[in-house]
């Protein structure tokens, strides 16, 4: 599966509308009013990729396949939602597996539409949402806790992790985000990371929910407020309108593109979450181009041939014998695989070869 984002947010600020013009769909319910959403809505987009048009060209493959990141809708979180308010909070868990947090603030005035704080302030409305990840992080972590303790006659690893739990309890008790944890770098702290997989330890970027006129002029005094609070956390702010971003659902790319451009904005809210997505996790595509599919797989940066291999099967990375690459441009400028090897730019990589963005990869195996 490819990249996971959990969006999340007080309610009625614009989740779902923003959910369902980011997937082109018009499943998830969005309406005036709060608590709009109860089940979680989950929709896979594809990661738009001009690169892959330009590689069908010369290999005229059956298919095409974009990487997908899937994108998941839920329940509005408020003040005191880990003691049941509002929708309570254990909708959270659909969101644990969520790479990154997608957070909506609301930064429009309209009377019409509810604010459940009663007036719109970005900061107070991430720092609700922000302590609410922080006690359930705090729930999960006590239930742990608990656990390991009737574990640990039989295990000596029960011990040292309940040591880290411990530390990590106090910190959070404190109202300070796992990601502020002095011991993360434990292995006994990943353990735990792994398994609990941590809300307030998750990366995060903040969609800034503003009215046409603001996104034309960028951005606007609740934007520069948000911006402000995400400086300090090396955070990213997407300025967009959920209102714009429904009226995009039925047009063309090119036709979205112009549109957009009319208003003053730049990129679609989903191309810039991508961007923001792939450029904070770290992330970047490789290619595989055949004549059944030209496919982008995403991966880490960074990584040895053999695990991106992997993401295709894990055969390949057991298997690993070698990397036939030849670089993007180059694929292009010698209209496929034969002209690029005729050219001499067809490489044979081994298992120490950090794969590069738009490589087109060949992976010869043997299991
Ligand atoms: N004026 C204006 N209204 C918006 C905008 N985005 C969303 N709304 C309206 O705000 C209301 C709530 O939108 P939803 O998308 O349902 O909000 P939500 O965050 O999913 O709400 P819950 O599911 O209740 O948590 C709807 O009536 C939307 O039409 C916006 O950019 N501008
Ligand atoms: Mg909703």
């Not at 809708?73 to 909708?91: H, P, T």
């Not at 990943?190 to 330890?201: I, Q």
């Not at 609740?222 to 714009?244: F, G, P, T």
Request: proline share 2%.
């Amino acid at each position: 599966m490819g990249l996971g984002v959990g969006i999340i947010g007080l309610p009625n600020v614009g989740k779902s509308t923003c959910f369902n013009a980011l997937t082109k769909a018009q499943n998830a319910q969005a309406q005036n009013y709060p608590f709009c959403t109860i089940e979680p809505n989950k929709a896979i987009v594809q990661v738009p990729d001009f690169r892959l048009a330009e590689l069908a060209k010369i290999v005229n493959p059956d298919k095409i396949q974009n990487s997908v990141i899937e994108f998941i809708d839920i329940a509005g979180l408020v003040r005191g939602a880990s003691k049941g308010e509002g929708l309570g909070n254990k909708f959270l868990s659909n969101i644990r597996e969520s790479e990154i947090i997608f957070h909506m603030i609301r930064c429009f005035d309209d009377e019409n539409i509810t604010h459940v704080e009663g007036a719109v302030d970005p900061k107070r409305d991430l720092e609700i949402i922000e302590t609410e990840l922080i006690y359930a992080d705090l729930s999960q972590l006590e239930k742990k806790i608990e656990k390991l303790s009737k574990q640990l006659k039989g295990s000596k690893e029960a011990g040292l992790i309940l040591g880290i739990a411990k530390d990590l309890l106090k910190h959070l008790e404190e109202l300070k985000p796992v990601r502020s944890f002095e011991q993360k770098d434990s292995e006994y702290f990943l353990e735990l990371d792994k398994e609990l997989r941590f809300l307030s330890n998750k990366e995060m970027i903040y969609g800034a929910n503003v009215d046409e006129e603001s996104l034309a002029e960028g951005s606007n005094d609740y934007v520069e407020s948000l911006k402000e609070y995400a400086k300090k956390l090396d955070r990213e702010v997407i300025v967009l309108c959920a209102k714009v971003e429904e009226e995009l659902i039925g047009l063309e790319d090119d036709e979205a593109k112009d549109f957009l451009n009319e208003l003053g904005a730049e990129d679609s809210g989903l191309e810039q979450i991508i961007k923001a997505s792939f450029s904070k996790l770290g992330l970047m595509s490789y290619f595989t181009a055949g004549k059944i599919e030209v496919r982008a797989w995403t991966i880490k940066k960074g990584i040895k041939a053999p695990k991106a291999a992997a993401v295709i099967h894990n055969d390949f990375e057991k298997g690993f014998i070698k990397a036939e690459v030849i670089s993007y441009d180059d694929f292009i400028t010698y209209e496929g695989e034969h002209g690029a090897k005729t050219a001499g730019k067809l490489r044979l990589e081994g298992k120490d070869y950090v794969v590069q963005d738009a490589d087109v990869m060949h992976f010869r195996f043997n299991v």
